[in-house]
């Protein structure tokens, strides 16, 4: 028996380094590196399932297919490439190069795949994609309060008198984390959950707090607000002066607008009753340190900004920011690490930009030129992107679309030309996280299954197809060694990085503990414009919810999801009752973005402002949410508000 190091690369804040078990040239057993802080010697439900539900499952795609009349026949990898770098040439020469839109989703988030960029540079630049379907909103506003979004170690968590984990599950979304929040639990920290739904998570807190969505903003003022007069009336340093006047500005603005609303107004708009804001004030400023884990859920918002800026400014007031146990973590940058340069962007004249949160729409008001190819690579724009309906359309407005995938999906209902790719069993690479700082070897396991071939290599072999091959030449390790060079800089031998996980240093360790910030005044900013703004559709009355999914990652879902069904939604009885309607049965499901059937799961645990579904359903068998969803972008970051989508539920007729 073999076994060999490597890192599962899928779309998840753990980037958990694997021991893959190899017997008879088969891979057998995924372990959890033990060597590992945060991996900690186990694994996901996930990728304990990796081999059967995905690496060896049959419906991965290990040859290249080119639809033909309507149907996916294979060919050879030759007559792929030619066609792929045929058709690159024949609309560079018609449009220009500015009419391929490169596609690149969230599937995976290598250090190579620097390189499928520097191939469009090398094209002469391409259409590519600003914005984000994930977590761009969090990341802009906490660029406006501290300069820079930098979070606290995930172990730091273990010296925190308190935890709030804030809009996330990372009991199902992150169960490396989850570990190291439990055992802080375990050692006597305090856990609160702040979250409109009951999740997993919050069945483990010592304190839930369930408000109305999308308002926790108006939470955090009122938090604050409680703190602040608490700290005027009892003089009991709730409120640490001393970093307020030495290490912040706009404190007065911020300051004047909590005035104007009374503790009264933001408990009703939180819909948290005043007794239960202030025990939660209290625990909190009260905790020596408190740190906040924040999550995705407050991104979803179109001013989801707002909600950051009032968390960050809550962490400015008590003095719990540059203090190990404090902070406000959301997460790390997966792509700091490297060098990008290589991506060669000089070189890439003709470049332009489209909005990934509208991608359909833009696809289709696009001109000068219009974009007529698409290349996608880990991404399953039709199914994620919001107006699933507007995204085909726009896929399908285009004279070829090429994909790079493991599996066939709604997207490729609507490619041309299919090229299957290795996984991280299968490949070599290097990839960061977006939970921890820690950069991780990508190690082929066993030789590449079927035909399947590395992103890398396809792009080296169309280069090569196109003539500027030499640019684009060189083994993997060429050019990981010069994408890692800032890391080696650090004095970590290149060959270390490539045997084992290495933790990146950072200086300081805990972020602003030197007083310094990034913003223009040097100093942590509180928010001074505060304008909220209402989001909801007449006659649309609930907000609709669709969060991850305990049973898989992203759209690639189990077999069972995979039959003309239904999307399951849970919702309170009260709603159903005035409706007519109850458990198990088939409604229709409308937002003024488009409609669905769907499958009623009552539960009282859910609030009765919002029904709650998932995200991931496939369009094609009736169970993809982002039909609903609108494709608007949040006022802050470019980001996408998924759960700004208003519905409304009735039975069928
Ligand atoms: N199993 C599994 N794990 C995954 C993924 C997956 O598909 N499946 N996807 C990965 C990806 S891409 C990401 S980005 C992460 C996301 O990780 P998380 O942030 O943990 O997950 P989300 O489901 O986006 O949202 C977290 C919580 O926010 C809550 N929420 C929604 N609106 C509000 C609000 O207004 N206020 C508050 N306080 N909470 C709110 C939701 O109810 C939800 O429980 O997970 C990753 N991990
Ligand atoms: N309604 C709703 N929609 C959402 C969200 C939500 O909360 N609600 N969450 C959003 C979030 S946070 C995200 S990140 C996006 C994700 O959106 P996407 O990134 O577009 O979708 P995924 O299904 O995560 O992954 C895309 C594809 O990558 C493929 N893949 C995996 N590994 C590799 C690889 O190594 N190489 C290649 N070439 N392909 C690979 C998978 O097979 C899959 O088909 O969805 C967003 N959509
Ligand atoms: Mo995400």
């Not at 859920?297 to 960050?312: A, E």
């Not at 068998?621 to 998924?642: A, H, Q, W």
Request: charged content about 25%.
């Amino acid at each position: 028996m073999k076994t060999v190091f490597t890192t599962c690369t899928r779309d998840c804040p753990g980037a958990c380094s694997i021991i893959a078990q190899v017997e008879d040239e088969k891979v057998v057993k995924l372990r959890g590196n033990p060597k590992h802080d945060v991996t900690a010697g186990f694994l996901c439900k996930n990728t304990v399932h990796y081999l059967e539900n995905y690496f060896y499952n049959d419906r991965r795609i290990l040859h290249p297919l080119l639809k033909v009349d309507g149907d996916w026949k294979r060919i050879n990898w030759d007559e792929a490439l030619d066609i792929a770098a045929s058709q690159i040439s024949k609309v560079i020469k018609t449009h220009g190069s500015q009419s391929i839109l490169y596609y690149q989703g969230f599937g995976a988030r290598t250090a190579l795949q620097a390189m499928n960029k520097r191939f469009f540079n090398l094209l002469g630049g391409v259409t590519t994609t600003y914005g984000t379907v994930c977590g761009g909103i969090g990341h802009a506003a906490m660029t406006m309060d501290f300069g820079e979004k930098k979070s606290h170690d995930p172990m730091d968590h273990l010296n925190s008198d308190v935890i709030i984990i804030w809009g996330r599950n990372p009991a199902v979304t992150d169960v490396h984390l989850w570990r190291i929040l439990r055992k802080a639990k375990r050692n006597g920290s305090t856990l609160i959950v702040i979250d409109p739904v009951k999740t997993k998570t919050a069945k483990h807190a010592d304190l839930f707090i369930q408000p109305a969505p999308g308002n926790d903003h108006y939470l955090a003022m009122a938090l604050a607000k409680i703190i602040i007069e608490k700290d005027l009336e009892e003089r009991n340093n709730l409120v640490d002066h001393d970093f307020i006047d030495n290490y912040t500005v706009n404190f007065p603005s911020y300051h004047h607008i909590l005035d104007e609303y009374s503790l009264q107004d933001l408990s009703c708009k939180c819909d948290v009753a005043p007794p239960a804001l202030e025990e939660l004030a209290l625990i909190y400023a009260e905790g020596n340190p408190s740190s906040i884990v924040t999550g995705w859920g407050v991104h979803r918002y179109v001013q989801g900004h707002l909600t950051f800026r009032m968390i960050d400014a809550l962490a400015a007031i008590t003095g719990n920011i540059g203090v190990s146990g404090g902070g406000v973590s959301q997460g790390f940058e997966e792509y700091e690490y490297f060098d990008f340069s290589l991506e060669m962007n000089e070189l890439g004249k003709n470049q332009r930009q489209l909005p990934m949160p509208k991608i359909g729409e833009a696809i289709l008001s696009t001109d000068n030129p219009p974009i007529k190819f698409i290349f996608i690579t880990s991404g399953n724009p039709v199914n994620l992107n919001p107006n699933s309906l507007k995204v085909k359309e726009g896929f399908e407005s285009a004279d070829f679309v090429v994909m790079i995938d493991h599996f066939l999906n709604d997207t490729s209902d609507s490619a041309d030309l299919f090229l299957p790719a290795t996984t991280y069993l299968e490949e070599e690479d290097l990839i960061g996280s977006y939970g921890h700082n820690w950069v991780s070897p990508v190690n082929p396991v066993i030789p590449p299954q079927g035909e399947v071939k590395s992103e890398f290599e396809i792009f080296q072999l169309l280069a090569d197809r196109l003539g500027f091959g030499e640019e684009m030449s060189g083994s993997p390790k060429k050019w990981l060694m010069k994408l890692a060079d800032p890391i080696l800089n650090q004095s970590i031998g290149f060959e270390d990085l490539c045997s084992a996980p290495q933790k990146m240093s950072r200086d300081p360790e805990i972020p602003f503990s030197d007083g310094k910030f990034k913003t223009k005044s040097g100093k942590f900013e509180f928010i001074e414009d505060f304008s909220p703004n209402n989001t909801y559709v007449e006659n649309y009355p609930l907000r609709l919810l669709s969060t991850m999914h305990k049973d898989f990652v992203g759209s690639v879902v189990p077999e069972d999801e995979l039959v003309d069904g239904f999307l399951e939604v849970q919702i309170h009885p009260d709603n159903l009752q005035d409706k007519g309607l109850n458990d198990g049965d088939k409604a229709l499901l409308e937002s003024h973005v488009g409609n669905i059937i769907v499958k009623i799961k009552s539960n009282e645990e859910v609030r009765k402002d919002y029904i709650l579904t998932y995200k991931g359903g496939w369009l094609k068998y009736n169970r993809c949410v982002n039909v609903l969803t609108p494709d608007i972008v949040s006022e802050v970051g470019d980001g996408t508000p998924y759960y700004d989508t208003w519905v409304r539920i009735n039975p069928l007729v």
